[in-house]
């Protein structure tokens, strides 16, 4: 198979994981390597379904000993089968970074006879771009789940971010449609990552010159009505990944039918989109995952964003009074972001703010002003109830489409907290 044939079905293969985004590490060049790395993120660019991906992501192989129900690569799959050697990817990795086309590499593969063995390979092919070919630039690769601790340690020396996919958000549905896979060989290398993070950190503390291992932190993918679990267990799963783990990101995945005995449907994008929203939330916002749901609401609704639905459910904290809610406040209310919120503490020094003044800051009014007073007046007579100021904030913009019939979501979406 030549070159371009392997390219075509390789970088398809690896569009459905959507573990990377951005490089999340800056590295300037330096005169005995070639490449840097951008903390704002490497080359991004969207696939006809909408999602964003590095433009050179792709696999070693898709060829794979294990039969995950959800993968397109999975053994019982009948699909042309391709592999990169080590070599082919340095040099596509190097010619295509010289061509401006990419900024980096997100390497991921099937398994190959072992764990360990696949885990050699991409140590061979690192090994290859780092060292014989110098590239700097960003490397972000996915391990493999029950691999050896000691390649673990080796393959963190020679990239920027590494993903261990969680990919179901419970160990039942582990076994019942992954089942060469376990939590203990997902959890287990998290750890070490987790690990062996913090001990790089430590030493450069001590030893300038001490390797690093992992700087760009670890992140994970969890795929999204593949399996009944509700939006409450994804969130506190991925608020219990983010606080033990310190994952720097957990990205949801809608569930693509990829054939097999898992249900058809269409991907549902917008719940993978409420999900997006509420993960901002914990991580930026001071939520937990406790307080968005409820005994009698164990999934997210997909009419109001996260932070609204929470701001209706607890009208008693409502409304509060621009020019002396402090920093925690400020960023609850449904329109006001972090930054929003720092420009009010800002602006409050030198006077007291209106709503024109709110405006001009970037707040938006839309909805914040249900939740708000400036010197103790609303900007509108509004009935004050929770049914009354929901039909008002209903996000009509979202309906659930179709992943392949209308403009992908995530191109008219912006996350808009
Ligand atoms: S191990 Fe990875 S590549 Fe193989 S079937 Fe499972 S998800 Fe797909």
Redesign the pocket.
Known sequence: MDIMKKLEVLTEGAKYDVACTSSGVGRAGNKNSIGSASACGICHSFTPDGRCISLLKLLMTNV?I???AY?I???SNDIPRAAFSPREIAELTLNFYRRNYIEGLFLSS??VKSPDYTMELLIQTLRLIREEYRFNGYIHVKAIPGADEALLRRLGHLTDRMSVNI?LPSEKSLVEI?P??SKLSILGPMGYVKNGISQAKEEVAVFRHTPSFVPAGQSTQMIVGATPESDNTIVHLAQGLYRRYGLKRVFYSAYIPVGGKLPVADPPLLREHRLYQADWLLRFYGFSAQELFSHEQENLSLHLDPKCHWALKNLEHFPIEINLADYRMLLRVPGIGQTSAKRILTARRVGTLNFENLKKIGVVLKRAQYFITCNGKMRERIAWRPDALEMKLTDNRYSQVSLFEKEPLWLSVKSSL
Do not use: M
Request: aromatic fraction near 8%.
């Open positions: 794979c294990y039969d995950c993968c690569n999975r053994k099937g398994i990919e992954a060469d896979k």
